[in-house]
């Protein structure tokens, strides 16, 4: 069974840092590419970012460029998203999910992406 879950997710005042964790269990994860989506209270889930098995593919949110980052560390079978210059609008639920089969990673609209964690809070405010 695969399963994946998020931590790190805390309330924090804009400007300021977070770094969320996603361990994934049931495969391995070198051989998949994986992302993280996020859902604000009352809008709809929307991609943040993604990394392919072999980091050909990264990518992200227009709006989290330059200040999110996101990496894996395959042999801790876990995927991270640095979080910095945190600002009201990043306030949501953070998901991390699988498109699986998938090696690298489709766009944020695809329905591929089918395999999720329990999400973490993130809440930014002054």
């Known amino acids: 069974q695969v399963q994946l879950v998020e931590s790190g997710g805390d309330l924090v005042e804009p400007g300021k840092s977070l770094r969320l964790s996603c361990e994934v269990s049931?495969?391995?994860?070198?051989?998949?590419?994986i992302g993280w989506f996020r859902q604000a209270p009352g809008k709809e889930r929307e991609g943040v970012s993604c990394?392919?098995?072999?980091?050909?593919?990264?990518y992200y949110l227009d709006s989290v460029k330059g200040r999110f980052t996101i990496s894996r560390d395959n042999a801790k079978s876990t995927v991270y998203l640095q979080m910095n210059n945190l600002k009201d609008e990043d306030t949501g639920v953070y998901y991390c999910?699988?498109?699986?089969?998938?090696?690298?990673?489709?766009?944020?609209?695809?329905?591929?992406?089918?395999?999720w964690g329990q999400g973490t809070q993130v809440t930014v405010s002054s």
């Open positions: 049931g495969l391995k994860l070198r051989y998949y590419a």
């Open positions: 999910t699988l498109p699986l089969p998938l090696e690298r990673c489709p766009p944020f609209s695809s329905d591929i992406f089918s395999k």
């Open positions: 990394i392919s098995y072999d980091y050909d593919t990264t």
